[in-house]
């Protein structure tokens, strides 16, 4: 990668021996027959699934002897080693570098931004990376320091609630290429896609006080619903009333459903008054009752029995009316 960085790549061991838990590279620069020094890259790889890793900050068309160790719990097993040579001195800028961005838990009460670039490999990558950022209204750039063999920096100590321009700048000897400008939004509190506990608090508390109006809405509802349909049974009535024509009269409360008008105008019942007889029809009168008795209809005490039993004899009628 550029002049000065190699990107290596290996296999998991065929015999972990126990449980694999990362690995660590060492380097040593190769002059004619002599090694120098053996130096361990940093930082130690932890993740045991990671099979590649950037090792920067060499010199320009140099060899040198790298090597992988495995770990486990017992310690680094046997080592492969390779040597390989590096570019010489670079006559051209880098290819521009993509990035992308992540909010982080806030620290201090100020915002962190993790930025992650990718390097274009199939051009001219550049041996390491920068990031520069400045608030959107300002001219001066900040710079971070260089990162030789991570592809990831955290930028900390930005102000919350502010719009920084953040790039990443990739450098190969003395050429540097920058990327694309990208508009990054300090949130107040904002931490890792979601707010932190401060803002979560306050944020919890509005959403209490939502759901307890919409609670006392549905009540209120619920309320209305049920004086509705309580009105609507009396409604009910009334209509049932009006299929029997007994409708044309106005509601004075209490129980109006069960009085009808007399003489199309409306009376309240007295108990007092007197009770009118129906008009007399030709069916059914007691005028015709009385025709259609005689004599014989009622006797001395006021009863019809005389008149559904058969004629006997004296005795036998006023021993009957006697026990009667």
């Not at 090694?35 to 590649?52: A, W």
């Not at 931004?113 to 990718?118: A, E, G, N, P, S």
């Not at 930005?158 to 003395?174: K, M, Q, W």
């Not at 029995?305 to 006023?318: F, H, L, V």
Request: glycine share 8%; with cysteine; proline share 6%.
């Amino acid at each position: 990668m550029g002049s000065s960085a190699l990107l290596l790549q290996w296999k998991p061991p065929q015999e972990v021996n126990g449980i694999l838990t990362g690995y660590r590279i060492y380097y040593s620069k190769v002059t004619g027959t002599n090694i120098g020094p053996e130096l361990e890259r940093e930082p130690r790889i932890s993740n045991n699934v990671t099979d590649k890793a950037k090792l920067a900050g060499l010199e320009p068309h140099s060899k040198y002897r790298v090597t992988v160790k495995a770990t486990t719990g017992a310690g680094e097993g046997l080592g492969y080693y390779t040597e390989c040579d590096t570019n010489p001195q670079a006559r051209q800028p880098p290819s521009m570098p993509n990035f992308r961005y992540t909010h982080l838990t806030a620290q201090n009460q100020m915002s962190r931004i993790k930025v992650t670039w990718q390097p274009y490999v199939d051009g001219n990558p550049g041996s390491h990376f920068y990031v520069q950022y400045k608030k959107e209204r300002e001219t001066q750039w900040v710079k971070t320091e260089d990162q030789l063999n991570e592809n990831s920096i955290v930028v900390k100590g930005l102000d919350p609630g502010t719009v920084y321009s953040f790039r990443v700048v990739a450098v190969d000897g003395e050429f540097q290429t920058p990327s694309w400008v990208q508009s990054v939004n300090t949130y107040l509190n904002i931490a890792a896609g979601h707010q932190p506990r401060q803002s979560t608090l306050a944020s919890s508390g509005w959403f209490i006080g939502m759901l307890l109006a919409i609670l006392f809405l549905l009540v209120v509802c619920l309320v209305v619903c049920l004086v509705k349909r309580n009105r609507g049974g009396k409604y009910a009535v009334q209509e049932q009333e009006a299929t029997h024509g007994r409708a044309d009269y106005e509601d004075h409360g209490g129980f109006s459903e069960y009085t009808q008008p007399l003489d199309g105008h409306h009376r309240q019942p007295s108990l007092t008054s007197e009770l009118k007889l129906p008009p007399e029809s030709d069916n059914e009168s007691i005028a015709d009752y009385a025709d259609g008795m005689g004599d014989a209809g009622m006797e001395e005490d006021g009863s019809f029995i005389g008149k559904y039993t058969p004629k006997r004899d004296p005795e036998q009628s006023s021993a009957f009316a006697t026990l009667v």
